[in-house]
């Protein structure tokens, strides 16, 4: 496995948790590459998410973005683009939506 990106979502509540997400690239599990979620208060404190880590978004994992609510993640080799929404307090990830589209380098979002 290789490291792939790093990104922080603001808090989606006022005073609320940050959400820090960190791919994977090239697992061997039979699931894909994952997602590892962590919260980050506004102190700094970190700590792993609820669900620390969400699986299935596909393999070699490629940009991720969102407006904060919604993260749009794709996998390039497989997987297409998956929108997940935060709930709860921010940590856990739904799945929304999910179109296959191959070969996805960077999904962009757009309010």
Known sequence: MIGAGIY????I???GDSLLICTNRESISE?????ALFSVSPDGAVRPAET??????GRHIRGLG?????????GRD??????LERTGDGSVLT???RIDIPGVVVPLWMD
């Open 78 to 83: 497989e997987g297409g683009v998956v929108v």
């Open 31 to 35: 699931k894909g590459d994952a997602l």
């Open 8 to 11: 922080l979502y603001p808090p």
């Open 95 to 97: 799945e929304v939506a």
């Open 66 to 74: 969102g407006n904060g609510r919604f993260v749009v993640a794709a």
């Open 13 to 15: 509540t006022s005073g």
């Open 52 to 57: 620390p880590f969400y699986w299935g978004v």
